[in-house]
């Protein structure tokens, strides 16, 4: 039984012993542990009351959300030991439901990366080749997806691309929603702007299903929507019979692989067969993406990882002198390279002098990606594209990435993540053996009509 759906129903026919279950599902995950590295924390207390909706499915979340008496980390050494005293808003709602929290899964050092290499632990290894990446930062949360033969849905993240990246990497399907859809209050912060919490499953109903439960308004975050509670899995009974999509053509040019961008026009061409009807479009903002993401991102996460100086929570040090040279030895021992990177990056640009000609800038330029999104979906109701440029990367070749390289890898994620757009990626097909995506963009708080054209293709 790999299938949730077949799961909730047997378990609502009361056919399933749900400890036993539980307890099977917990040996399959440390063999798979031991073979891909897909979490940090493994959970391995069955307790709790397993009814109403999700009758214990197992439930992996990223390890930047909090989660009660279960160790977070966001993957950084500075956390560890970590044990949150409450849940995030969205594992609270898992948890009423009858979800089981599975474990804490691997990710990026508070989400700075593009392929899960980042992390203090584990560097999850991707189940269709594990000299290759699971892509970042949501890296184990794909991981465990792709790998697990039991039912089983993945709570993750996304400031740029987080979990379109992974979903992509490991044939899985990933829905990043509108920012403020889903509450972040228990969210470790990157970027708090852009952050979004989101799913990654198997299949569409999965993604459905569980964003239904998470989505909402929570008085805890300020960002968060005050919208009507939906159930998503009746936008699968919908078709895309007269349903337009744009197809930006900057999304298909230089440094995209001409083989993933053969197999989403093949998409592009079912939906066509299907009554849709597709026209290409140019977003000509796209390329000031990356450079814009990388002032506001950084400078958001230098202000937020200021509070990791040892003497709230996580790493400390003995202390020693003055409080400067106690912060700089816990910062400098716990931080990794990548996060030492970017709080430098975002002080800079954040400094008297430097705030005008970078990061207001950068904010500027953000409103007009925005804008142009706003003008796309007046005519479109869906932009579809490649999710990743490139196919899963060997190890050995993101170790030669420089780090400008490495940044260029989320050209196709940033825009969109910066908008606040939701975006949904799903399997396009395989090249060698090595899993490709297809990415859709909707509208502000139109996450129906993604999963309608995602359930058309799937």
């Not at 993945?154 to 899985?172: D, H, L, R, V, Y």
């Not at 990043?176 to 912060?189: E, K, Q, W």
Request: aromatic share 10%; with cysteine.
């Amino acid at each position: 039984m790999k299938s949730v759906k077949e799961f909730l129903q047997r378990a609502k026919a009361g056919d399933i012993d749900i400890e036993d279950f539980l307890s099977k599902v917990l040996e399959k995950t440390e063999k798979i542990q031991e073979k891909y590295q897909p979490f940090i924390t493994i959970n391995k207390k069955i307790e709790g009351k397993f009814s109403k909706k999700l009758f214990g499915l197992p439930i992996s979340v990223k390890d930047c959300i909090c989660t009660k008496d279960i160790q977070t980390t966001a993957g950084s050494k500075i956390l560890e030991g970590y044990m949150p005293p409450f849940d995030a808003t969205c594992i609270a709602k898992i948890k009423k439901e009858g979800g089981f929290i599975l474990g804490k899964t691997a990710q990026d050092e508070f989400g700075f990366g593009t392929f899960c290499t980042n992390c203090a632990y584990v560097v999850p290894k991707n189940p269709y080749d594990v000299e290759r990446s699971c892509g970042g930062s949501s890296g184990g949360a794909g991981c465990i997806t792709a790998a697990a033969d039991f039912p089983h849905i993945a709570i993750a993240e996304s400031t740029g691309g987080s979990i379109t990246a992974p979903a992509a990497f490991t044939g899985t399907i990933g829905l990043t929603p509108t920012y403020g859809r889903v509450s972040r209050f228990g969210l470790i912060d990157y970027a708090n702007s852009m952050d979004k919490i989101g799913v990654i499953a198997k299949e569409v109903f999965d993604v459905a299903f569980m964003f239904s439960i998470i989505a909402g308004y929570d008085p805890l975050d300020s960002t968060s929507q005050k919208l009507p509670e939906e159930d998503f899995t009746k936008y699968l009974d919908k078709d895309v019979k007269g349903m337009k999509i744009g197809v930006p053509k900057e999304y298909f040019g230089e440094g995209v692989d001409e083989r993933i961008a053969k197999l989403v026009w093949q998409k592009i061409k079912q939906l066509e067969s299907l009554g849709a009807h597709y026209e290409e479009i140019s977003l000509p903002m796209t390329k000031y993406a990356i450079p814009a993401y990388y002032i506001i991102a950084v400078s958001e996460a230098s202000t937020n990882l200021a509070k990791y100086c040892g003497m709230r929570y996580g790493a400390t040090e003995e202390i020693k002198g003055n409080f400067e040279e106690f912060f700089a030895k816990v910062r400098s021992k716990n931080f990794g390279e990548e996060a030492k990177r970017r709080i430098i990056l975002g002080t800079y640009a954040r400094m008297a002098g430097y705030r005008d000609a970078y990061y207001l800038k950068a904010l500027k330029i953000r409103t007009k990606i925005i804008q142009e999104f706003k003008q796309a979906f007046k005519k479109f109701d869906v932009l579809a594209a490649p999710s990743m440029p490139v196919l899963p990367l060997r190890f050995d070749e993101i170790a030669k990435l420089k780090p400008i390289e490495n940044y260029m890898m989320d050209i196709l994620t940033i825009a969109p993540n910066m908008a606040g757009i939701p975006m949904i990626s799903l399997p396009a097909g395989f090249i060698n053996g090595l899993p490709a995506g297809l990415h859709l963009m909707a509208d502000h708080f139109q996450e129906g009509k993604l999963i309608t054209t995602a359930g058309a293709i799937e």
